[in-house]
């Protein structure tokens, strides 16, 4: 920082639009999905200054209307993905000597496009691209990432700021460098935030990228792309590859200036990246950070106090919304045997509220569809299963048609068995498993919960006893990082609530704060000596 301490604008949370009937917004977004959805796009690969568009093409279909092609996307082979590697290396030096203040000043810019000028834009193209209602991509793809930018700036400031102390006839300085080499992004297919992030987050560093989003998200993330050019960001900076995940990690990761992977995603998969990288540790310059935020089994407890209508919108929220594909969504609950049968009714009538699932351009749809075929076909195994099993049953929802769109109903299953399948496996869908305890074995319950999933990323409980949720937080605080007291465990807001969990949830380095940005440098301390010493003796040689 060559001519000033510089104070970033203060970070404020975006506030949340309402899309209400009549309003500007949802007329705006409206606009903007007939648009898309009647268009066809040609997604090419962004290599340094270069559109990439190679011919080996994929097309891109809405999963509410999987037959419906929205355009088509272009494929790397191992060449683009090598040229992407040098576009980042021969950006490096620039970008990383560039003042952070202009760094800062072109996230913050691509914020306010978000905003303003893209909102609609990024809005309409997720629920295209993920089948997201217009609230859920609100929150996701205008609040939530323009959140991320503006707090993380505000998070590098104070980072640069913190320095140590000086002594007499010294002074200690430290350098907040950005890691030798480039960082490897991968982003998941549900939420446009984080695909946003993870790349943003190390690049605002000083780091160049190069960044492979889901297969299932590509369509939202060139409106991303097309954020970050009109900002300012410089070419290779964040360098955009598409295709085959095994042939562009393998490359990626046999490069020896890899340094470091932001990775969201699948537990299994993040565990083989990390043994890759451990097997491939001798060929790398540096040590790479690994930075991760995986599966969860995530939980809500109600205890005998709580409110049982508070306890059913918790479920219904925290295990439908977005039909449940979130990291954090619940998936599985202990009711106590006294007020379950109350708590059941509660959530069987909010599912029969609920519209058949449809297109998120019916705004009165609450539900619309899983992800793809995939995912729809393991959930669709798991609902069928649980109609056989008896131990389990389907208390309300469990149909499922994918003939236009993957759509699976809304589903509660209820068991006798606390460690039957669907209590223990992440499914990431809109699918719950309830697990009813007798009100005596609340203690006895909190070292099940504790016990069952190898997972620890989000976690509820609901009670009016304070010593209950005391003995709760106390006995549950090793399995979830983000931990909720009478609330749905979902819903984490950048600068309120940082995200992430332990165990095979990831390595807990919770994005959306300082802590997630200081994987992405490498400190340099500098001390410097005012008057050197002359003579090699100390006082107690006499």
């Known amino acids: 920082m060559g001519k000033g301490f510089f104070q970033v604008p203060t970070a404020i949370n975006e506030p ?61 082979d191992k060449k683009n993905i090598q040229s992407a590697i040098d576009n980042c290396l021969e950006s490096r030096n620039d970008w990383a000597n560039l003042t952070w203040e202009q760094r800062a000043a072109i996230f913050l810019k691509a914020a306010e496009l978000i905003a303003g000028p893209y909102r609609a ?23 939530e990432l323009i959140d991320f930018l503006r707090f993380n700036v505000e998070y590098m400031s104070q980072i640069y700021a ?12 430290v350098e907040y460098r950005p890691l030798e080499g480039f960082v490897y992004a991968i982003t998941p297919f549900n939420f446009t935030a984080i695909a946003g992030n993870l790349p943003a987050s190390a690049a605002m560093m000083g780091n160049v990228v190069v960044w492979k989003p889901s297969d299932s998200q590509i369509f939202s993330a060139k409106v991303i792309v097309d954020v970050f050019k009109e900002a300012g960001l410089p070419d290779g900076v964040i360098n955009v590859v598409y295709g085959d995940p095994v042939m562009i990690t ?73 039909q449940g594909q979130k990291c954090s969504a619940a998936s599985r609950v202990y009711l106590p045997k006294s007020t379950s049968t109350e708590i059941l009714e509660f959530v069987k009538a909010d599912i029969k509220s609920f519209n058949k699932p449809g ?20 959930l669709a195994k798991y609902i069928t299963q649980a109609k056989e099993d008896k131990n389990a049953e389907i208390y309300a929802g469990g149909s499922f048609d994918k003939s236009k769109g993957y759509f699976i109903e809304p589903t509660v299953i209820v068991t006798t068995d606390p460690k039957y399948t ?11 498993t309830i697990y009813v305890y007798e009100d005596k074995d609340w203690s006895k319950t909190l070292q099940l919960i504790d016990g069952t999933s190898e997972y620890a990323l989000t976690g509820a409980v609901l009670s009016q006893d304070r010593y209950a949720i005391d003995e709760a937080t106390k006995a549950l605080q090793n399995c979830a990082g983000n931990f909720y007291i009478n609330d749905k465990p979902t819903g984490a807001v950048v600068g309120q609530q940082p995200f992430g969990g ?19 440098v490498s400190p340099r301390l500098i001390k410097e000596t005012f008057v050197t010493p002359v003579d090699y003796r100390y006082p107690f040689l006499g």
């Open 162 to 173: 913190e320095q140590p102390d000086s002594a007499e006839g010294i002074w200690n300085r």
């Open 422 to 432: 669907t209590m223990e496996t992440e499914l990431f869908g809109p699918v719950v």
């Open 250 to 322: 393998n490359t990626i990761l046999a490069s020896p200036d890899f340094a470091g992977i932001h990775f969201t995603g699948s537990t299994h998969v993040f565990k083989e990246l990390w043994k890759q990288i451990g097997n491939n540790i001798h060929t790398y310059k540096t040590y790479p950070k690994i930075v991760g935020e995986t599966g969860g089994k995530d939980f809500i407890l109600a205890h005998p106090t709580a409110n049982t209508k508070q306890v059913a919108t918790a479920i219904s929220r925290g295990a439908f919304e977005f």
């Open 502 to 520: 332990a165990r095979a949830s990831g390595t807990n380095d919770k994005a959306g704060s300082a802590q997630n940005l200081l994987r992405w």
């Open 359 to 378: 297109s998120p351009e019916d705004m009165s749809n609450f539900i619309t569809a899983v992800i793809h075929e995939g995912s729809f076909d393991k």
């Open 121 to 143: 834009k990024i809005n309409a193209a997720t629920m295209i691209a993920q089948s997201k209602n217009i609230h859920q991509a609100e929150i996701d793809a205008a609040c």
């Open 16 to 76: 949340i639009k309402s899309y209400a009937p009549g309003s500007p917004e949802r007329e705006a977004v409206l606009e903007q999905y007939k648009a898309y959805f009647n268009g066809n796009v040609d997604v090419p690969m962004y290599i340094g200054k270069e559109e990439i568009r190679t011919g080996n093409t994929k097309p891109m279909s809405p999963p509410h209307d999987h037959k419906h092609i929205v355009g088509t996307y272009h494929t790397a």
